[in-house]
């Protein structure tokens, strides 16, 4: 499994093989059943989780009780409630695994002593704050203005891992239409297409 995080880290091309591989010690297996919880909101994420397998969904609870989706993380991305882990206050989302999961973790205290030894984590850290936000302002985009129709083209066109891997009551809640709604516009897409 440390391969596929070494992989990964290896195309920053910032980390020496020593720095590599101190920080690959530090992360530990964890695996995740299909509805088991990385965090939940209202508890403190104490960990950063990198998906090797398996795919999560970041989610809030209204005050009227419905879920608000906000992202899907699959493989080869990065987990946890910022927020949270960096300020050690309760999570406002909970991560959940919406497939089976095997993840590498690594905790708040080793994450800052993997900061402190290795400054170059800092360029690391940037990009993937970085990808985390472009994601969510694309997202907010497609939201507004759209109809359903356009919202699930776009999130076809875009991240048709979302279309292919996620269930429809998820991806309704992640483009803020009726599960019903988007029932029909994918009943309507697959008959104009074919």
Not at 57 to 71: H, K, L, M, S, V
Not at 115 to 136: D, F, R, T
Not at 163 to 173: C, M
Request: with cysteine; proline share 2%; charged share 25%.
């Amino acid at each position: 499994m440390s391969q596929v995080l070494h992989k990964y880290l290896s195309k920053f091309n910032v980390l020496s093989q020593e720095e590599l591989d101190y920080s690959i010690s530090l992360f530990e297996l964890d695996r995740l059943k299909k509805g088991d919880f990385f965090v939940a909101e209202q508890s403190i994420c104490n960990q950063i989780g990198f998906v090797i397998k398996g795919a999560v969904r970041n989610f809030a609870i209204q005050p009227d009780g419905e879920e608000n989706t906000t992202c899907f993380k699959f493989e080869d991305q990065f987990i946890t409630s910022y927020e949270s882990f960096s300020q050690k206050k309760p999570s406002k989302i909970s991560i959940q695994a919406i497939e089976d999961c095997e993840l590498q973790v690594i905790n708040y205290k080793q994450f800052h002593q993997l900061l402190k030894k290795n400054p170059a984590w800092q360029s690391i850290l940037a990009w993937v704050m970085e990808q985390e936000y472009l994601e969510k302002e694309q997202h907010l985009r497609t939201l507004n203005n759209k109809s359903a129709k356009e919202k699930y083209l776009h999130t076809l066109t875009h991240s048709p891992e979302i279309i292919k891997r996620v269930q429809i009551g998820y991806i309704a809640s992640y483009l803020g239409v009726t599960h019903r709604t988007l029932s029909r516009v994918r009943k309507d897409t697959i008959y104009t297409t074919s």
